[in-house]
């Protein structure tokens, strides 16, 4: 898991939500922004990755934006913005193995239509017959 925290630039703002009156007060929302292109923690290719699998949450400037607001405290939500963005880049980083299609054996094939033969021997000896 690659650690790229130094590069992160924080903005705090107004939550919504419960709160109360620290609600207009406070500003404990947390957006996270991250500009992936000039990052130095990944190469060419990880940048690139990154970009084509969160190209919905990037703008067109290269940004990554996060927004989180769930705790009522600035520090709880700035560090569940450190651990959500960490989590989605290093998840868009991952390579899925390729899938090798596989057949199933003669012998599942045999049970299969054995069992399909079974049901319907039962339900046709429960017909009414004339």
């Not at 992160?8 to 992936?36: D, I, M, P, Y």
């Not at 290719?45 to 990037?58: H, M």
Request: hydrophobic fraction near 35%; charge should be positive; aromatic fraction near 6%.
């Amino acid at each position: 898991m690659r650690d790229f925290t130094k590069e992160l630039n924080f903005k705090t703002s107004r939550s919504s939500g419960a709160g109360g009156q620290n609600v207009n007060k406070v500003e404990t929302s947390v957006t996270v922004t991250w500009n992936v292109e000039e990052s130095l923690v990944f190469n060419d290719r990880q940048k690139s990755l990154i970009t084509e699998k969160l190209k919905n949450r990037i703008n067109l400037e290269g940004f990554l934006f996060l927004s989180v607001s769930e705790n009522r405290t600035q520090l709880m939500n700035k560090n569940k913005a450190i651990e959500k963005i960490l989590e989605i880049v290093n998840a868009a980083l991952i390579i899925p193995k390729r899938r090798i299609a596989t057949k199933p054996s003669n012998a599942k094939k045999e049970k299969r239509l054995d069992s399909k033969k079974k049901l319907s021997d039962k339900k046709e000896s429960r017909r009414f017959k004339l």
